[in-house]
């Protein structure tokens, strides 16, 4: 009889990664199931304690198989990268049972009672101080202290101290969010998938590069149809707005990309975004807070939305100029180029932008690609973690992966120890959802196995290691070429790259402080901070050469990439800030939602846009970041951290970019910590003192060093 390999924590697999080669889809539903249970006798079993409450056995005290966790990682990692209709309706059945098992935790008020009177012990009120007569609690490490500071707040976060009718309202609130975000990505991946320009003239691909036109048509033959295939994916969308010489194609693609989900169908997410917004403002109001802003960024280091705005209004100051300047360029060219009466529409841009580019720098996208072929663009990556850290990645055959696609490597320390596992996928699928991301199957922690003969001495205790991934939708090979990346995919390698390499090094007590369990507006730095070496001729060299001669990219190749750093950056901030705008206008909502999701749209971010907007176009139906994701009332934190890495990455460059001092000081100040201290903390204790916007707009060309 088939036992499901789920239910045993001990996988038999190198490092005890996930056993994909032996999961089927229905052993999900009752490993989840069976993990509720187990979680649920966890903490009857806390809160049944006898002893009176203390940090160690109510705060710190772990179960010995979070087999809920296991398996739930698993199986929503997958639901993002290897899905299909099966798992996205187990979705749709598990996500209320999983939401309803949360609350239940989070409301448990005798849960909560242990989890106050440790609070208490380290946190008296004026009237406990002046009357202690015990003894006091042990001292508690940084670390020790954060968790349980989080703890409690994550309990008063969720409404445990509110009424039974406030309780039950949170419940329906959070069980229908859980269906609403979920559903709100599934229209986004099924919206995407559905759309094919299918180009069976070929005169129609006049000005696209070579790769574009080879991946189209392996697109189509891959189809069952003949001509050249194109999707809304980014690796075919991207070159065909910027590069394909007919204007009518260009307009049909842009206007099917930017009315996904908004059109007169069963994908439609209009009603899903109010519904969405007006259930978050709902859930913040039921907690005390004026807005879900508030609510949200009392843990953020901005801490409230003046804050935010500041850094908007910063920004608009220093880049709006700028941005129109850049934009009349391309206005210009487009007029020299077709006549005083063209008018640029969106779709226009990137294509004049490209001709712009050229012109002035002699440079595009795909002079470099012959240079970075994907396996040496991952050769140089890991090799720039070899120099800056002395870790190494070697394959591991014997790991099961999920997807052939999929490659999976032992990650070790510069003494040789294993440090963690990385798995890599990177070419756009059906059951993927577009986008690049990192993620975890399993997360670092230090504490002591079932078998540790003295649970409390800290000397017997394992460090656990990670299992990190690296999801992402590069432009794949060809039957005549190898995946060959843009300059802008090294740079989102990189970012994604930096994420991993938070988790990584994670070097914390506690899984839920461990890697990038850490503030919204902290998690970029690390990854943001890794994209600055995409344009140092250093790394370059280290990796960059031809794909068939094997010839180094040429040293004018990167003086024109140098040159060309800036062009258009302040329209791209701009563009960011518009977004963030957005964001902060849904969530800083005092009352319900109820305007047409579209005219809100336009008046929210229209003091960041540059071109007239397009009737039917819709940003809001498909912003996952801030509607599904872990953004909401954050999108922000890309320009709030591209302050904090450009400032970092200025020490790197005073000390030269491959300084292993440097790269220590981060590694232990920053990466290997997490959550445990405030980013701030951290933050300082690397820099020696707070970040300033002046290195990001050296950076930027906006002000003068």
Known sequence: MRVNPLFNKDYQTPHNTPPFDRIQFEDYEPAIME????????????????????????ISVTTPDDMLERV???????????????????????????????????????????????????????????????????????????????????????????????????????????????????????????????????????????????????????????????????????PFITYADNRELRRQIYLAKNTICIKPNEQNNESIVARIVNLRRERAQLLGYKTFADYVLTQRMAENADNVYHLFDQLLEAYMEPARRELKEIEDTARRIEGDDFELKPWDFSYYGHKLRMERYNIDAEMLRPYLPLDRVKEGVFGLATRLYGITFRPNPDIPVYHPDVQAFDVLDNDGSFLAVLYTDFHPRKGKQSGAWMTSFKEQWIGPEDNCPDPTDSSLWKNSRPHVSLVMNFTKPTDKKPALLTLGEVETFLHEFGHALHGI????????????????????????????????????????????????????????????????????????????????????????????????????????????????????????????????????????????????????????????????????????RGGTEHPMTLYRRFRGGEPTIDALLIRNGIKQS
């Not at 509720?36 to 203390?54: C, G, K, L, M, S």
Request: proline content about 5%; charged content about 20%; aromatic content about 12%.
């Open 505 to 672: 090094f994670a070097n914390t007590r506690f899984s839920s402080l461990s890697g990038t369990n850490v503030y919204w507006d902290f998690v970029e730095l690390p990854s943001q901070l890794m994209e600055n070496f995409a344009v140092e001729p250093e790394f370059l060299n280290t990796f960059a050469r031809h794909y068939q001669t094997g010839e180094p990219i040429p040293q004018e190749l990167i003086d024109r990439i140098i040159a060309s750093r800036n062009f258009q950056v302040a329209y791209a901030c701009i563009r960011q800030v518009s977004f963030g705008l957005l964001d902060m206008a849904y969530y800083t909502l005092t009352e319900p939602f109820t305007a047409d999701v579209r005219t809100f749209e336009h008046e929210a971010w229209s003091r960041a846009q540059l071109f007239p907007e397009e009737p039917g176009t819709c940003m809001s139906v498909q912003f996952s970041h801030i509607m599904a994701g872990g953004y909401a009332a954050g999108y922000y934190s890309y320009k709030w951290a591209e302050v904090l890495d450009a400032d970092a990455f200025s020490v790197f460059k005073q000390a030269g970019i491959f300084d292993r001092a440097t790269a220590q000081r981060f590694r232990d100040c920053i990466l290997s």
């Open 72 to 238: 739930t990682k698993v199986f929503f990692n997958l639901l993002s990268a290897e899905t299909n209709d099966d798992m996205d309706a187990l979705a749709q059945k598990l996500s209320p049972i999983l939401t309803e098992h949360a609350n239940n935790i989070m409301f448990n008020r005798a849960y909560f009672e242990r989890v106050k009177a440790v609070y208490l012990q380290y946190h008296p009120t004026d009237e406990q101080a002046e009357s202690v007569t015990t003894a006091a609690p042990r001292p508690l490490t940084p670390e020790e202290q954060t968790l349980l500071d989080k703890s409690y707040e994550g309990f008063v976060r969720a409404g445990v101290a509110l009424d039974d009718e406030a309780q039950a309202r949170l419940r329906e609130i959070n069980n229908e969010m859980s269906l609403l975000t979920l559903q709100f990505s599934q229209n986004n991946l099924k919206e995407t998938n559905a759309y094919e320009l299918l180009i069976t003239d070929e005169a129609d691909l006049s000005g696209l590069p070579d790769t574009a036109r080879e991946a189209s048509a392996l697109a189509a033959r891959e189809h069952g149809k003949e001509g050249w295939l194109f999707t809304l994916h980014a690796p075919s969308y991207g």
């Open 35 to 58: 993990g509720i249970r187990q979680d649920d006798a966890f903490i009857q079993r806390i809160v049944d304690n006898p002893e009176p409450p203390t940090f160690d056995n109510t």
